[in-house]
C-alpha cells in the first residue's frame, strides 16, 4: 500500500546543515514533495523532484532521491531560526494529485 | 489571488452538534482536498474532489462526516453529530489537476474543538 514514513524530530546548530530524510513506498510516484508548516499556519511547498531527477537544488535546499531505495532527503544548508518548522515529505500516487503525506519532522534550531 | 480560505477558523462546539467547516479554493483549481491533521493521526487525507466530482472518500472516519462541492467555488465539511474524537484541525486545499508537478495550496486551517 502507500505509505511514506520519516523521523519524527530534528535538533540541530544555527549555521549546522540540517538533513531530513523520508522513505516511501510508491514506486510508481512520479513527483515527491516537501512542504513546510510553520505554528498555526497550513502546509506550503518548499520544493518538489520529478522521479526521473536524482538531485535537485534550490538556494540552500538540496533534495536528493535514491529511487532504488525509496528514499528521499532535504538537506537545509546554514540552518536559521527561521527554519524551525515541521517538515513533510509527500508523494504523488495516482491520477488528480492525490498526496501521501508522512507524519513530519519538527525541526529545531537552538543558537 | 487570497489563496485558499476557510471559514470558520476556531470553532468549539459541544458534543452532540453539527458542524460545518467551509472551504473557498483558489479559482481556476479544480481539485479539493480536505484534510485532518491530530498530533495523533499525523495529516489524514480525508477525501477529494475533481471538477465538484468526489473521487476518493476513502478517508472520511465514519457515516458522521460528509463532504459536498456543489460548485468550483465552494465545498463544505459537515460533522453530524459531533464527537470529542473529531476535535483536530481540519485544512482544505486546492490545485490544478492532471499531469504535472501541481502544487497544493493550504487553506489556514479550521481548529475544531468538540468539548
Known amino acids: 500500500g502507500e505509505d511514506v514514513e520519516q523521523s519524527l524530530f530534528l535538533s540541530v546548530r544555527e549555521g549546522d546543515s540540517s538533513v531530513i530524510n523520508c522513505t516511501y513506498t510508491d514506486s510508481s510516484s512520479t513527483y515527491l514533495y516537501w512542504y513546510k508548516q510553520e505554528p498555526g499556519a497550513g502546509l506550503q511547498l518548499l520544493t518538489y523532484?520529478?522521479?526521473?531527477?536524482d538531485m535537485k537544488q534550490d538556494q540552500r535546499l538540496t533534495v536528493l532521491l535514491n529511487k532504488k531505495d525509496k528514499h528521499l532527503s532535504l538537506r537545509i544548508a546554514d540552518t536559521q531560526t527561521g527554519d524551525s518548522a515541521i517538515y513533510f515529505c509527500a508523494e504523488r500516487t495516482g491520477g488528480y494529485n492525490k498526496l501521501i503525506f508522512g507524519a513530519g519532522t519538527r525541526l529545531a534550531v537552538h543558537p | 489571488d487570497a489563496g485558499v480560505i476557510q471559514s470558520p477558523r476556531h470553532e468549539v462546539t459541544e458534543m452532540g452538534q453539527e458542524v460545518t467547516l467551509r472551504c473557498k479554493p483558489i479559482s481556476g483549481h479544480n481539485s479539493l482536498f480536505w484534510y485532518r491533521q491530530t498530533m495523533m493521526r499525523g495529516l489524514e487525507l480525508l477525501i477529494y474532489f475533481n471538477n465538484n466530482v468526489p473521487i476518493d472518500d476513502s478517508g472520511m472516519p465514519e457515516d458522521r462526516f460528509s463532504a459536498k462541492m456543489p460548485n468550483a467555488s465552494f465545498s463544505t465539511l459537515k460533522i453530524q453529530p459531533s464527537e470529542p474524537r473529531d476535535s483536530a484541525v481540519y485544512f482544505c486545499?486546492?490545485?490544478?489537476?492532471?499531469?504535472?508537478?501541481?502544487?497544493?495550496?493550504f487553506g489556514p486551517g479550521t481548529r475544531l474543538t468538540v468539548t
Open positions: 523532484i520529478f522521479s526521473n531527477m
Open positions: 486545499a486546492s490545485s490544478l489537476g492532471g499531469t504535472g508537478e501541481h502544487e497544493q495550496y
